[in-house]
C-alpha cells in the first residue's frame, strides 16, 4: 500500500525532471508525459514513493523525464524488473512503460507473466505502432500491408491486439486512452494508481515521424465522435454525434445501430459492465468494419496481490517455523560431534 | 552358522548402479550418510542420466552413485569402485569396466532374464559364460528375497514389495561393512511417516538383507572401516547445493538483508531454489521466474529496492542473463549470479559436470563488463563462496558472479559446522540517506563503490539505466573522455576487490619442479594427486583458485617460481589462457570434457611425466 503524503501538495512542476526532453518535437509522447505528470501530482503520494521503471525505444526513455526514482532497463524486461521491485517492496507505487515493440514483441513474454501473476505495477504500452527508436520498421501491433523500411513489399504477419492479449493474460485492471486525450488519460491513470494488482494501460500514440496519424480516425476532431467509444461502467455503449449510435448484440455478435428516433430503443443496447469477462473480450476485438474504438477501462477484476501473497507467505512460514534461526538451521540434520 | 571373518580396511569406494527407477540415488547417499555417522570422511558421486526414466533396463537408463569412505582424510569420490553392486543387465555393462580385478560384484541375478540381457546387448547371460571371473561374484536373487522377506507386510502389492531391492542390497552391503542399520530405520521412518506399510517394508528389508549375508555362506569376510580422525567439532555431511543455499542465507542473517531469490528451473541449479524456498522464515522471497531473463531483471529489481538480489541457472540460462548482467555492471548494483556449470554447449550434457563456463564468466557480456567471479572447490565450500559472494556484492555495490558445478552440486562431504554466529565475518550495510550534495555516482574513496540508495528515501529521487552515465551525477552522458573515464572506473573497482581477496597458500614447496594450479570443482583430485606424488618423492605443489576475478595478489609471483605449470581442467582450456594472457607464463594444460571429474591417477601421471 502507498502511503498517503503529508507534505505540501504537489503540482506538475514537482514531476519535471532537470533532465531535456529528447523526444522529436510534435512527437505524442509529450502530451503522455504531461498528462502522467500531472496525474502523479494528483495522487497523494510523495516523490520518493513513486518509481518509473522502463525498458528501451522512444517511449522508455519516460523515466529520465519525470522527477521520482526511475530506472530506464533493457529491451523488454521493465514487467519482470518490476516485478522483482514491487515483490520486494510492496510500499513503492511501481509504473511501467514501454512502446508496443518493447512490450509485446522482445517482451511479450515478460508482460504475458507479470499481468498473469497480478503483480501489482502499472503498466502503460505506449502504442504507435512502429518502431521509433529504430527508425521505423513495422512493429507487432502494425496492421497487415505496413510498408516500412524492413517491409517494402508490406507486412505479412497479423498484428496482435494489445487489449486482447491483457485480457487474456488475466490482467486485472486492462484500460484504453490516448495520447492526446488528456482529462481521459489522466482519470485512467488515476483508477489504475488506485487498482491493487496487474494493470494494463494501452495508451495509443503518434509518431509523428515513423507513422504518422496511425490512430487520426481515433485522434481526428471531425471524425472523432462516429469513431470513438467511451466505456463508463453500467452505461449504454452510446457514441456518435449527440450519442445516435449504440451497439446492440445481435446473436453473439456485436453491431452498430441507430438510436433514437427511426432507430432502436437504448434499451436494447449493451451495457457496458467492467466485471464482466465476454463483454471485455468481445469489446476488445472491436476494430474497423464501420465499428468505433472503445476506449476507458474494459474490465476489472479484483484478486489477491503477487507481492501480497508472497509477504503473505513469509509470514505464514514464520508464525509455523518461528522467526529463522540461522545456527539452529545450520546445526539442523544429521549431525555428529568429534571430541 | 560359520564365523566369520572380520578385516580392517583404509579405505573403500562403493557404487551403487541399476535402472533410473531402481532407487540407486537414494540407497548410495543413505550408505553416504550412514558413513558420516560412523566418523569416516567420504565423499560422493551420483552420475544419472538427464531422462527422469528412461527406457527400463537400457543402457541409458542407467543410474549409479558412488561413495568414497575413508579412515583418512580424502578429497575425491574414489577413481574406481572396489566395490560394485548392480541391479540389472545394463548397469554391468556400463559400469562393469571400471572394477579391477579381485573387485567385489554384488549382482541381483533376478533380473537377469532374456529380456533385459538383450536390452543391454548380451548375446548370453555374463553370470554363466565365465566373464565375470576376474572378480568376487555374488549373484544374488535380490528382488525375490526382498519380496519374501515382506512376506507377513500387509498392504503392499507384489510389485511394490519387489521394489524394495535397493534397500535389501543396502543392508547387505551394510553387513559387508559393519554398518549400523540404526541410522537409515530412523530415515526411513520419517521418510515413510504417513505410511506405516513402507516403514515396515523398507525397514525389513533392510533388515533382511544384513541377516542373509550373516547367513549366506558365501559370505565369509565382512570388513571394517574405522572413523577418520578429525578436527574436534560438530559436522554434517552437505552437499554442495544445500551448502550453497544455506551460505546464501547466512550472508542474509549477517547483513540484516532478506533475500530474492529470482530462478528459472534447470539441472543442476534447481535444488537451490527448492532449498531457498524452505527458508521463508528466514524472509526469503523466492520467485520461480518465466524465464532467465525475468530472473536476473527481477534480481536486479529487488537489490535496486534494497533487498539482495540473487539468481542462479546454468549454462544455457546464464547465456540469456548475459545482457541484463551489463545492466547490473553499468546501474552498479549489489547482485549474485550463481552459475553451477554443467557440460555444454547448447543444452549439451545437462546431468554431467564439466568447468567450461569460465570464459563465459569472465568476457560473455557485450562492452567491458568486468565482474568479480568466485568459484567454490568443494561441496562445504559452496557454503563460504556463496557468503563472500554476497559480501563482496554488498561492500562494493557490485554484481558478482559464482562458480560451482554439477559434481559439487550433488556431491556431499563432510562439513565442519560453524560453531557460533560469531565464527561468521559480518556484514555491514549501508544505505545512503543524506539528500545534502547526493550525487548517484560519487564513489568511496577506497571501494569505489557508488551510494546505494533505496526508492523511498525522501529527497534522493533519481535515475539509473543502461545508458552511459556522467560519472558523478549518473544522468545520461555521451561524452566521449567520460566513456573512458566511467570504463576505466568499472574495471578499477573490480580490481580492488583483490584487497578482499586472500592470498594464495601454496601447497607443497615453495617453489620447485611442478606447480598445479587448479580452480573449481577439481581441487579434490588436484589435491589427492599431488600428495601421492609427493608421497613418491616426486616435487610437485598446488595451489587452487577460489577467486579467479580478481586474482590473489600473489599469484603471478608464486607461478615465477616453479619450473612447470600444469593447469588441469574440465574444459579445453579456458583458465590457462588467462594465466598466459595475464602472466606470459607458459602453462601446460591437462584438459578432459567427458562429463566425468578428473581421475586422481590422470593428473598424478601427468605430473610424473612432466617431473620425469
Ligand atoms: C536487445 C535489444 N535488441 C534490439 C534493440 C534495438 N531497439 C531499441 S528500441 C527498439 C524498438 C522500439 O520500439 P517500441 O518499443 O515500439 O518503442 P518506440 O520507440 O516506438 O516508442 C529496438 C528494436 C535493443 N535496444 N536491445
Ligand atoms: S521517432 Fe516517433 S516515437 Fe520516437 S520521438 Fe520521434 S516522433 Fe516520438
Ligand atoms: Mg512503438
Redesign the interface.
Given at each position: 500500500m502507498t502511503t498517503a503524503m503529508d507534505g505540501p501538495k504537489l503540482t506538475k512542476k514537482d514531476f519535471v525532471?532537470d533532465?531535456q526532453v529528447r523526444w522529436c518535437p510534435g512527437c505524442g509522447d509529450y502530451a503522455i508525459l504531461s498528462s502522467v505528470q500531472h496525474a502523479f501530482a494528483k495522487l497523494g503520494i510523495?516523490?520518493?514513493?513513486i518509481?518509473i521503471?522502463s525498458g528501451?525505444g522512444c517511449a522508455a526513455r519516460f523515466?529520465?523525464y519525470v522527477?521520482?526514482?526511475?530506472?530506464?532497463?533493457?529491451h523488454g524486461?521493465a514487467p519482470?524488473?518490476?516485478?522483482?521491485?514491487?515483490?520486494?517492496?510492496p510500499?513503492?507505487s511501481v509504473w511501467v512503460v514501454g512502446g508496443d515493440g518493447d512490450m509485446l514483441s522482445i517482451g511479450g513474454?515478460?508482460l504475458?507473466?507479470a499481468l498473469r501473476r497480478n503483480v501489482g505495477i502499472k503498466i502503460l504500452c505506449i502504442n504507435n505502432r512502429i518502431y521509433g527508436l529504430t527508425k521505423g520498421q513495422y512493429s507487432p501491433t502494425s496492421p497487415v500491408g505496413t510498408v516500412k523500411k524492413s517491409t517494402p513489399m508490406g507486412s505479412i504477419d497479423r498484428p496482435v491486439n494489445p487489449i486482447s492479449l491483457a485480457l487474456a493474460a488475466e490482467a486485472g485492471f486492462v484500460a484504453r486512452t490516448v495520447d492526446v486525450f488528456g482529462p481521459h488519460l489522466q482519470e485512467t491513470l488515476l483508477r489504475a494508481a488506485a487498482h491493487e494488482g496487474s494493470v494494463f494501460v494501452e495508451v495509443l500514440q503518434n509518431c509523428l515521424i515513423f507513422n504518422d496519424a496511425t490512430f487520426s480516425n481515433v485522434t481526428d476532431r471531425a471524425s472523432r465522435e462516429d469513431n470513438v467509444l467511451y466505456l463508463e461502467h453500467q452505461k449504454p455503449l452510446l457514441f456518435g454525434a449527440g450519442g445516435d449510435k449504440g451497439i446492440r448484440l445481435n446473436g453473439l455478435k456485436p453491431e452498430v445501430v441507430r438510436v433514437g428516433e427511426g432507430g432502436v430503443p437504448e434499451s436494447e443496447l449493451l451495457v457496458h459492465d467492467e466485471k464482466d469477462e465476454s463483454l471485455a473480450y468481445l469489446l476488445s476485438r472491436m476494430e474497423g468494419d464501420g465499428f468505433p474504438t472503445p476506449i476507458g477501462t474494459f474490465r476489472t477484476q479484483e484478486h489477491v496481490s503477487y507481492e501480497a501473497a508472497?509477504a503473505q507467505?513469509?509470514r505464514?512460514?514464520?508464525e509455523?517455523?518461528?522467526?529463522?534461526d540461522?545456527?539452529k538451521?545450520?546445526?539442523s540434520?544429521?549431525?555428529?560431534?568429534?571430541? | 552358522m560359520t564365523t566369520k571373518q572380520l578385516k580392517s580396511l583404509d579405505t573403500v569406494v562403493i557404487r551403487f548402479a541399476g535402472d533410473s527407477g531402481d532407487g540407486m540415488q537414494i540407497v548410495g547417499s543413505e550408505f553416504g550418510n550412514t558413513a558420516a555417522i560412523v566418523g569416516n570422511d567420504l565423499a560422493t558421486f551420483p552420475d544419472f542420466p538427464a531422462e527422469i526414466r528412461a527406457p527400463a533396463g537400457t543402457l541409458p537408463g542407467v543410474s549409479g552413485f558412488q561413495v568414497h569412505f575413508s579412515a583418512n582424510e580424502i578429497f575425491t569420490p574414489g577413481d574406481q569402485p572396489d566395490v560394485l553392486v548392480v541391479m540389472n543387465p545394463a548397469a554391468l555393462k556400463v559400469n562393469r569396466g571400471d572394477l579391477p580385478d579381485n573387485g567385489i560384484l554384488i549382482v541381483d541375478t533376478d533380473a537377469f532374464d532374456a529380456r533385459n540381457l538383450k536390452k543391454a546387448g548380451y548375446e548370453q547371460s555374463p553370470l554363466e559364460d565365465g566373464s565375470l571371473a576376474q572378480f568376487r561374484l555374488f549373484a544374488v536373487p535380490l528382488t525375490s528375497l526382498a519380496e519374501k522377506s515382506l512376506r507377513d507386510v500387509e498392504g503392499l502389492t507384489t510389485k511394490e514389495k519387489r521394489r524394495n531391492k535397493n534397500i535389501f542390497a543396502l543392508g547387505m552391503t551394510y553387513w559387508l561393512f559393519s554398518r549400523p542399520l540404526d541410522n537409515t530405520i530412523k530415515w526411513l521412518t520419517q521418510k515413510y511417516a504417513k505410511k506405516p506399510q513402507h516403514v515396515e517394508a523398507t525397514t525389513t528389508a533392510l533388515r533382511a538383507g544384513y541377516a542373509y549375508c550373516d547367513a549366506s555362506e558365501a559370505f565369509q569376510v565382512r570388513y571394517e572401516v574405522p572413523p577418520a580422525p578429525s578436527q574436534p567439532g560438530l559436522y554434517k555431511s552437505i552437499q554442495g547445493n544445500e551448502a550453497l543455499a544455506l551460505g546464501l542465507v547466512a550472508a542474509s542473517v549477517k547483513s540484516g538483508l532478506p533475500i530474492f531469490y529470482g530462478s528459472y528451473p534447470i539441472t543442476p541449479a534447481s535444488p537451490v531454489l527448492e532449498a531457498l524456498a524452505q527458508y521463508k522464515n528466514f524472509g526469503v522471497i523466492t520467485f520461480q521466474a518465466e524465464d532467465e531473463i525475468a530472473a536476473v531483471t527481477s534480481a536486479i529489481g529487488a537489490s535496486f529496492g534494497g533487498r539482495i538480489g540473487i539468481t542462479a541457472s546454468s549454462g544455457p540460462g546464464i547465456a540469456l542473463k548475459g545482457e541484463a548482467m551489463g545492466l547490473a555492471v553499468m546501474v552498479e548494483l549489489p547482485l549474485v549470479i550463481i552459475n553451477v556449470q554443467r557440460a555444454g554447449p547448447s543444452t549439451g550434457m545437462p546431468t554431467k559436470t564439466e568447468q567450461s563456463d569460465l570464459l563465459q564468466a569472465m568476457f560473455g557480456r557485450n562492452g567491458d563488463a568486468p565482474i568479480p567471479i568466485l568459484a567454490a572447490r568443494s561441496p562445504s565450500d559452496c557454503f563460504e563462496i556463496g557468503f563472500e559472494a554476497v559480501r563482496i556484492a554488498i561492500k562494493y555495490v557490485v554484481p558478482v558472479l559464482v562458480l560451482s558445478d554439477g559434481y559439487l552440486a550433488n556431491g556431499a562431504e563432510p562439513w565442519k559446522l560453524p560453531h557460533k554466529f560469531e565464527d561468521l565475518p559480518d556484514i555491514p550495510v549501508h544505505f545512503h540517506t543524506d539528500p545534502k550534495g547526493f550525487e548517484p555516482y560519487r564513489r568511496d574513496d577506497v571501494t569505489l563503490a557508488r551510494p546505494w540508495v533505496k526508492p523511498g528515501t525522501p529527497g534522493l529521487e533519481h535515475r539509473i539505466g543502461g545508458l552511459e552515465k556522467d560519472r558523478l551525477t549518473g544522468n545520461v552522458s555521451y561524452d566521449t573522455a567520460n566513456h573512458q573515464h566511467m570504463t576505466d572506473v568499472r574495471a578499477e573497482k573490480v580490481a580492488r576487490i583483490v584487497a578482499d581477496v586472500p592470498d594464495l597458500e601454496v601447497f607443497g614447496d615453495e617453489s620447485g619442479e611442478v606447480l598445479v594450479v587448479g580452480w573449481g570443482g577439481t581441487y579434490g583430485a588436484i589435491h589427492s594427486a599431488v600428495r601421492r606424488c609427493r608421497s613418491d618423492g616426486i616435487s610437485a605443489s598446488q595451489i587452487h583458485l577460489r577467486h579467479l576475478n580478481p586474482f590473489p595478489a600473489n599469484l603471478g609471483e608464486i607461478l615465477g617460481r616453479f619450473k612447470k605449470v600444469l593447469v588441469p581442467e574440465l574444459n579445453t582450456g579456458q583458465l590457462i589462457l588467462l594465466l598466459r594472457a595475464r602472466f606470459l607464463v607458459d602453462a601446460i594444460g591437462l584438459n578432459k570434457v567427458e562429463g566425468q571429474p578428473f581421475k586422481v591417477r590422470e593428473i598424478v601421471s601427468r605430473i610424473q611425466e612432466l617431473s620425469a
Open positions: 525532471s533532465q510523495p516523490r520518493h514513493k518509481v521503471i528501451i523515466p529520465y522527477d521520482c526514482f526511475g530506472f530506464h532497463t533493457i524486461r519482470a524488473l518490476a516485478t522483482g521491485l514491487k515483490v520486494s517492496r510500499d513503492l513474454n515478460h504475458l507473466h508472497a507467505q513469509v505464514t512460514a514464520r509455523q517455523k518461528g522467526e529463522g540461522l545456527m538451521l545450520i546445526h540434520g544429521d549431525v555428529w560431534t568429534v571430541p | -
